[in-house]
């Protein structure tokens, strides 16, 4: 009797854990997405530079920035109708509204985020001229 207490204890134990980790991982969905600000040619646009996101689903941007000049990922419209979770950068974790990152030569930066609403907003970088010269992009956010 001791030892049938035993296994239906145990089998309950492996039951509760095994749904506790399927629910885990089924929350875990991100959709990883790399941005270049510029490239190793100084040529000033981003690449991709159309993006595409879906209402509540959690995605990362990783950015970097391999040109030899500093530049900005500007969306401020963009960042209001989302919700940011983290962005990481070196062993720093910025929580909270972002409405542009500055990207130095060779940086990098995570941006964790989930689109609230829909729409379709501007990017851009901010440093005088490089607008002009075709540094832009397009961030869409539907249902």
Same mark, same amino acid.
Request: net charge positive; glycine share 6%.
């Given at each position: 009797? =001791?030892?049938k207490k035993? #296994?239906?204890?145990?089998? #309950?134990?492996?039951?509760?854990?095994? +749904?506790?980790?399927? /629910?885990?991982?089924?929350? +875990?969905?991100?959709?990883?997405? /790399?941005?270049?600000?510029? /490239?190793?040619?100084?040529?000033?646009?981003?690449? &991709?530079?159309?993006?595409?996101?879906?209402?509540? *689903?959690?995605? $990362?941007? @990783?950015?970097?920035?391999?040109?030899?000049? $500093?530049?900005?990922? +500007? %969306? =401020?419209?963009?960042?209001?109708?989302?919700?940011?979770?983290?962005?990481? %950068?070196?062993?720093?974790? @910025?929580?909270?509204?972002?409405?542009?990152?500055?990207? $130095? &030569?060779?940086?990098?930066?995570?941006?964790?985020?989930? &689109?609230?609403?829909e729409g #379709?907003?501007?990017?851009?970088?901010? @440093? *005088?001229?490089?607008?002009?010269?075709?540094?832009?992009?397009?961030?869409?956010?539907?249902?």
């Amino acid at each position: 009797m =001791k030892i049938k207490k035993i #296994i239906i204890s145990l089998f #309950i134990c492996c039951f509760f854990f095994l +749904t506790f980790n399927l /629910n885990v991982e089924a929350n +875990t969905d991100i959709e990883i997405i /790399n941005v270049s600000l510029g /490239n190793a040619q100084g040529e000033l646009k981003f690449i &991709p530079n159309k993006f595409d996101f879906k209402v509540g *689903k959690k995605y $990362k941007l @990783i950015l970097d920035n391999p040109s030899p000049e $500093k530049h900005y990922f +500007t %969306a =401020k419209d963009f960042a209001d109708a989302s919700w940011t979770q983290k962005v990481q %950068a070196g062993k720093v974790e @910025i929580k909270g509204a972002i409405h542009e990152l500055e990207l $130095k &030569p060779e940086g990098t930066a995570d941006w964790v985020f989930v &689109p609230q609403k829909e729409g #379709i907003y501007q990017l851009y970088c901010s @440093i *005088k001229g490089h607008k002009e010269a075709g540094m832009i992009g397009q961030l869409t956010i539907n249902n």
